[in-house]
């Protein structure tokens, strides 16, 4: 809605102008509308009575955010606190946590699994620094996110797909390093002939984890699980100081062998020695079940095969159960036959989900979810990601775009839509690539 558009209702725009009052002597003059926009964005993020300016400066501009030539709906942004959540302590444990509705059919409060640093950066084609990652997490570290999982302590040596290409990396960074466009014909000869020194390469580039983990600044109340596929991974990652770890399955016997190079069964021993040796060191340990409504090699997948997979891992130790739309092809009728029939294997509070949105239909999933009580959602800041074994799939649900859903329904999450937004921009500015998330591309668009 434009300015002029509001001539009618003077006093709307009055009260929508106090959210600017006091801006207008803290932006100088030659700043660029580009900050100005931040500056404004940053000030409807605070509130109060005296964050406010002149509305006329902002109209004047005709560049102003989109979220605030909304009138109607910024008001209501304000409203509802879209901006920014309020430090909210976690909820208090109840019977049946999650169950526990509000009228509307929905939980009061959600958890957010950040998984942008591991699922997101590991499926992105640009090499990440590892001061970058830090950086990166540090600042999701400040949005009031409770969950981020860092990274993955996995060898390209258990998968076959990741080594080939992480090592494929590896050689253009090498030919890179050399200023080379074309490789002698000695050294083409050398590539073919010793695959083993770009594994190693590989490996060493992927080895950044124990760098990430001990680089990292740890917030106190957020916790920062990380990936591990066997025995030798877990104890990497303990080593490396980790204190809560996650193991990953599937529900397609075809993907599981694709993707970690065994069967469902094989890796199931192989979780089962994680998870005992974690329960002696007290380190709880979360599950994944890939291609819950879908695989990439053996199309749909039956509900009971997924609930089968969950409850192996719940049994065994696992406290709480994500459950992966792994290439995006879910749909709400889906996500409901899916979950209805793990439900009938595990609580839900035990259940969470993780939507990719390669259909564009990850938050109405994510909304049938929580209708049937799923109360923990996974996402990724600037809906970074992909799978590097399922050819075409988009990045995960981005974290933004879930926030702003959520609250606006009126959920508590306690965390900070505006600081994730400013921790996507920060990643996709390092990564060169434009943010996936809705919400971070109409609020920053000029």
């Given at each position: 809605?434009s300015?002029?558009?509001?001539?009618?209702?003077?006093?709307?725009?009055?009260?929508?102008?106090?959210c600017?009052?006091?801006?207008?002597?803290?932006?100088p003059?030659?700043v660029?509308?580009?900050?100005?926009?931040?500056?404004w964005?940053?000030?409807a993020?605070?509130?109060?009575?005296?964050?406010?300016?002149d509305?006329e400066?902002?109209?004047?501009?005709?560049?102003?955010?989109s979220?605030?030539k909304?009138?109607?709906?910024y008001?209501?942004l304000?409203?509802?606190?879209?901006w920014?959540?309020?430090?909210?302590?976690?909820?208090?444990?109840l019977?049946?946590?999650?169950?526990?509705l509000l009228?509307s059919?929905?939980?009061?409060?959600?958890k957010?699994?950040?998984?942008?640093?591991?699922?997101g950066?590991?499926?992105?084609?640009?090499?990440?620094?590892?001061?970058?990652?830090?950086?990166?997490?540090n600042?999701?570290?400040?949005?009031?996110l409770?969950?981020?999982?860092v990274?993955?302590?996995v060898?390209?040596?258990w998968?076959?797909q990741?080594q080939?290409?992480?090592?494929d990396?590896a050689?253009k960074?090498?030919?890179?390093a050399?200023?080379?466009?074309?490789?002698?014909?000695?050294f083409?000869a050398?590539?073919?002939?010793?695959?083993?020194?770009?594994?190693?390469?590989?490996?060493?580039?992927?080895?950044?984890?124990?760098?990430v983990?001990?680089?990292?600044?740890?917030?106190?109340?957020?916790?920062?699980?990380?990936?591990?596929p066997?025995?030798?991974g877990?104890?990497s990652?303990?080593a490396?100081?980790a204190?809560?770890?996650?193991v990953f399955?599937?529900a397609?016997?075809?993907?599981?062998?694709?993707?970690i190079?065994?069967?469902?069964n094989?890796?199931m021993?192989?979780?089962?020695?994680?998870v005992?040796?974690?329960?002696?060191?007290?380190?709880?340990?979360?599950?994944?079940?890939?291609?819950?409504?879908?695989?990439p090699?053996e199309?749909n997948?039956?509900?009971a095969?997924?609930?089968?997979v969950?409850?192996?891992l719940?049994?065994?130790?696992?406290?709480e159960?994500?459950l992966?739309?792994?290439?995006g092809?879910?749909?709400?009728?889906?996500?409901?036959?899916?979950?209805e029939s793990?439900?009938?294997?595990?609580?839900?509070?035990?259940?969470?989900?993780?939507?990719?949105?390669?259909?564009?239909?990850?938050l109405?999933n994510?909304?049938?979810?929580?209708?049937?009580?799923?109360?923990?959602?996974?996402?990724a800041?600037?809906?970074?990601?992909?799978c590097?074994?399922?050819k075409?799939?988009t990045?995960?649900?981005a974290?933004?775009d879930v926030?702003?859903?959520?609250n606006?329904?009126?959920?508590?999450?306690?965390v900070?839509l505006f600081?994730?937004m400013?921790?996507?921009?920060?990643?996709?500015?390092?990564?060169?690539?434009?943010t996936?998330?809705?919400?971070?591309?109409?609020?920053?668009?000029?």
């Open positions: 809605m300015a002029a558009a509001g001539d009618g209702d003077s006093s709307d725009w009055l009260r929508r102008a106090r600017l009052r006091s801006l207008r002597a803290s932006v003059a030659r660029s509308v580009r900050r100005r926009q931040r500056r964005l940053a000030a993020a605070g509130g109060g009575d005296g964050a406010a300016g509305l400066e902002a109209a004047a501009m005709g560049n102003m955010p979220a605030l909304h009138c109607l709906s008001q209501h304000l409203k509802e606190q879209l920014i959540g309020e430090a909210a302590p976690q909820p208090t444990a019977q049946h946590p999650g169950q526990e009228t059919g929905f939980p009061e409060f959600v957010i699994v950040e998984v942008g640093p591991r699922d950066l590991q499926n992105e084609k640009a090499i990440v620094p590892t001061d970058v990652k830090i950086e990166f997490i600042r999701l570290s400040k949005t009031g409770p969950v981020i999982e990274t993955s302590f060898s390209s040596k998968v076959p990741m080939e290409a992480t090592a990396k050689k960074v090498l030919l890179k050399e200023n080379m466009t074309d490789p002698a014909p000695d083409a050398t590539m073919q002939t010793s695959e083993s020194i770009f594994v190693i390469l590989a490996d060493a580039m992927m080895a950044d984890h124990t760098e983990m001990r680089g990292i600044e740890c917030y106190p109340g957020v916790r920062y699980p990380v990936l591990t066997n025995l030798q877990f104890h990652a303990i490396a100081g204190t809560e770890v996650s399955g599937a397609s016997e075809s993907f599981s062998k694709m993707n190079n065994c069967s469902i094989e890796s021993e192989r979780f089962e020695d994680v005992k040796s974690a329960r002696k060191m007290d380190i709880p340990v979360r599950g994944y079940v890939s291609c819950a409504l879908g695989c090699y199309g997948i039956e509900p095969k997924v609930a089968e969950s409850k192996r719940y049994s065994m130790g696992c406290y159960i994500s992966g739309d792994t290439i092809v879910g749909t709400p009728g889906s996500m409901k036959r899916m979950l793990v439900m009938m294997e595990l609580p839900v509070a035990a259940i969470a989900v993780h939507c990719h949105d390669t259909y564009g239909q990850a109405a994510i909304l049938t979810a929580m209708q049937m009580g799923v109360h923990v959602v996974d996402s800041a600037a809906g970074l990601g992909g590097p074994y399922a075409g799939a990045g995960n649900v974290t933004e926030l702003y859903m959520l606006g329904l009126g959920i508590n999450t306690g900070n600081k994730v400013e921790a996507g921009h920060f990643i996709c500015t390092a990564l060169n690539k434009q996936n998330s809705k919400v971070a591309q109409a609020s920053f668009s000029s």
